[in-house]
């Protein structure tokens, strides 16, 4: 158990729809990452969020958005939902958010949610 | 540019063989490597990690891997595999101010003979 926490584990829903996708962090973690995971595109970097502020972006598309909240909790949103967006997204959190340290820069992952668009 | 190449899609080997899965990189820089594992319906897991000092890394569940600079390989070992071990393996390059500056190879498929 990475102690990180993704919930739902899987999702299916209508294309055109809209779906939020939740993770909590290692505790004590400040940095929160998102990824998609295809098989044609394999593991991506979409989004970075430390202490609540966006850190760093990937190639995450317009009709996604995400945040993260005071409690460090943070939210995937994605609309708009095309085929193409079905995928495994991943949360990952990590003790530096970029600024170096004794931590490193690994990351821990969740299960993920896996996401079928119909 | 920053790339990393796991050239075997698909690896499958005896229980009780050894194994070995590759990794070549192109870094700009002094590189973290890292290999991850992620067995069916899970996420990913760190098995090791090299920053800098002894080029030969142990990890967990047995693994360890060595950095060969000369070779810009970080190849994953393992003496004597186990049922248990078939899942997809990743190797991944990055930036030590950063973990969103990971780069994550297309992985490695392994599965276990019976």
């Known amino acids: 158990d990475s102690g990180v926490t993704q919930t739902p584990k899987h999702l299916i829903t209508a294309t055109g729809q809209r779906v939020t996708l939740r993770c909590s962090p290692r505790s004590g973690d400040l940095s929160v990452y998102w990824y998609q995971q295809s098989l044609d595109q394999g593991l991506q970097f979409l989004i970075q969020y430390y202490n609540g502020e966006e850190r760093a972006k990937g190639n995450i598309l317009e009709r996604f958005s995400a945040q993260q909240f005071p409690d460090l909790h943070s939210e995937l949103n994605l609309s708009s939902l095309e085929l193409g967006d079905s995928a495994l997204y991943f949360c990952?959190?990590?003790?530096?958010?970029?600024?170096?340290?004794?931590?490193?820069?690994?990351?821990?992952f969740g299960q993920g949610t896996r996401l079928t668009v119909v | 540019a920053q790339s990393v190449t796991q050239p075997d899609i698909h690896i499958t080997v005896s229980e009780g063989a050894s194994l070995e899965l590759r990794c070549n990189y192109s870094?700009?820089?002094?590189?973290?490597l890292f290999w991850y594992v992620q067995s069916p319906g899970q996420g990913l897991q760190l098995l090791l990690k090299y920053f800098s000092g002894d080029t030969l890394v142990q990890g967990i569940k047995g693994f360890e891997a060595e950095f060969k600079r000369s070779q810009s390989s970080f190849n994953l070992r393992k003496p004597s595999v186990h049922w248990s071990d078939a899942a997809e393996y990743f190797c991944a390059v990055g930036a030590h101010s950063s973990a969103s500056k990971i780069i994550f190879g297309s992985g490695t498929r392994l599965s276990i003979r019976p």
């Open positions: 990952a959190s990590s003790a530096n958010g970029g600024t170096g340290g004794v931590f490193g820069p690994e990351a821990f």
């Open positions: 870094y700009g820089a002094t590189p973290y």
